[in-house]
């Protein structure tokens, strides 16, 4: 994961889902980019398809996740939902 969102020519789009939950959250997209150049991935689940829970923290040091969906052979990443991590996780 590190390697793809850190490759300058990947894209990274987000859901409209994700998207929402960015403004909800107040949480920067490149706050969520630059984590996922940098993440622990926590989970990785097949269900439509496949999909990574990536983990880090914001500028601030605030925890952030994602789940994501890594297209490698296209170079791209689709965030699907973002969140920010309950002290105490």
């Given at each position: 994961m590190r390697a793809l969102a850190s490759n300058q020519r990947t894209r990274i789009r987000y859901t409209k889902h994700a998207e929402d939950q960015l403004i909800?959250?107040?949480?920067?997209?490149?706050?969520?980019?630059?984590?996922?150049?940098r993440c622990r991935v926590t989970l990785v689940e097949?269900?439509?398809?496949?999909?990574?829970?990536?983990?880090?923290?914001?500028?601030?040091?605030?925890?952030?996740?994602?789940?994501?969906?890594?297209e490698e052979d296209v170079?791209?990443?689709?965030?699907?939902?973002?969140?920010?991590?309950k002290k105490g996780r």
């Open positions: 909800e959250r107040d949480i920067a997209k490149i706050d969520i980019e630059n984590m996922l150049r097949q269900k439509q398809e496949l999909t990574w829970r990536a983990e880090g923290t914001d500028i601030d040091g605030r925890k952030i996740a994602a789940v994501v969906v890594a170079l791209k990443v689709k965030v699907v939902t973002v969140w920010a991590v």
